[in-house]
């Protein structure tokens, strides 16, 4: 049976690191483009998308606490 693991800040950090050398821009330019439709829906961006909202939502959690 699928496990999922849970990443810490740091790999979520890591791997949109990875992303941006992998395609060349910055996270943010890259969620950017693919909410405005530019970028389609490749696997591997939808991981970045991914990737890139538990990184947001990590982040919110330690500023509410």
Do not use: C
């Not at 693991?5 to 791997?15: A, D, P, V």
């Not at 970028?39 to 890139?52: I, K, N």
């Amino acid at each position: 049976m699928f496990k999922p693991k849970r990443m810490t800040f740091q790999e979520l950090s890591e791997q949109l690191k990875s992303y941006e050398r992998k395609f060349g821009y910055s996270t943010i330019e890259f969620y950017r483009r693919f909410q405005n439709g530019e970028l389609g829906d490749d696997d591997e961006l939808m991981m970045w998308t991914g990737v890139y909202r538990l990184y947001l939502a990590r982040a919110n959690s330690f500023r509410a606490s």
